[in-house]
């Protein structure tokens, strides 16, 4: 049955300001910042919600944990979700959006941003806030003091950059890093499910392996060789932008040695049981 010509005219009158709302309040410069943020805690509690109820009807395993086993277990879940979000987004800013690329004349890469850019930050601040506030009300279940520094420096430095405006290219750079995050939850979850000595997890850990050296070693010192080409650059930011560029990166990195350290040790481990 057709719609009436008032009909038509009403809807699209919603279409348009629906469309003014999103345009000049959602996605709006100033207020990008908080709409994203919000959209970043309120896409955790979804997640967590659909990993829950998902879990309870499709792993067996989920029902036989603890109740911290398995908030931990749908925590996890999220972290999932935001390190496959983030990573796409991460990988097309680096390698091959032409925002962050030298061949564009548009002022120092230092200080270059878009919408996007920062709704995707914004989204990533969410994140750490909502992860934070979990590994504080379960504390230590979830993760001892060195997740409490991670999550803190990350959520600073990330929160500096979309306010800021500034040195989003490196952030955007050390972000990648959460490429590995899958992986190390899937490990948790192999090893949860009782199948530590299965080739899931054997194969699992050397993913871990490689990714961890890619993304969590290689990469920052990329990172740091590009911040030393664009120093010049790095230099006009504000003095706290600045520091984070290097503090931040340099403590994490040596968070990323100490765990390959153990990632390496666990690997030879596993392996040596195979054999």
Known sequence: MAMSEQTVTAIKSYQ???????????????????TSILAGLLACKVVYDLTQLISTFYFKAYNGLTTIQRMEWNNRGISTVHAI?????????????DLFSDQQHTGPITFRSSWLSNFGLGVSVGYFLADLGMI???????????????????????AYS????????????????????PEINMRWYLDTAGMKRSTAYLVNGVIIFFAWLIARILLFVYMFYHV??????VV??????????????????????MWFGKILKGLKKTLAKRQ
């Open 16 to 34: 348009n300001q629906a469309q003014v709302l999103v345009k000049n309040y959602i996605i709006a410069d100033p207020f990008i910042p908080y």
């Open 85 to 97: 979000f983030i990573t796409a987004l991460s990988l097309y800013y680096v390698f091959w959006s």
């Open 136 to 158: 504080f009300w379960l504390y230590p279940s979830l993760g001892g003091m060195e997740y409490v520094v991670h999550h803190s420096l990350s959520g600073i430095a990330v």
């Open 162 to 181: 979309m306010f800021s405006g500034e040195g989003q290219l490196y952030t955007y750079m050390v972000l990648i890093s959460e490429v590995t995050t």
């Open 228 to 233: 030393y080409l664009h120093y010049d650059q």
């Open 236 to 257: 006009e930011m504000h003095a706290i932008g600045y520091l984070l560029v290097f503090v931040v990166p340099f403590v994490l990195a040596i968070m990323n040695v």
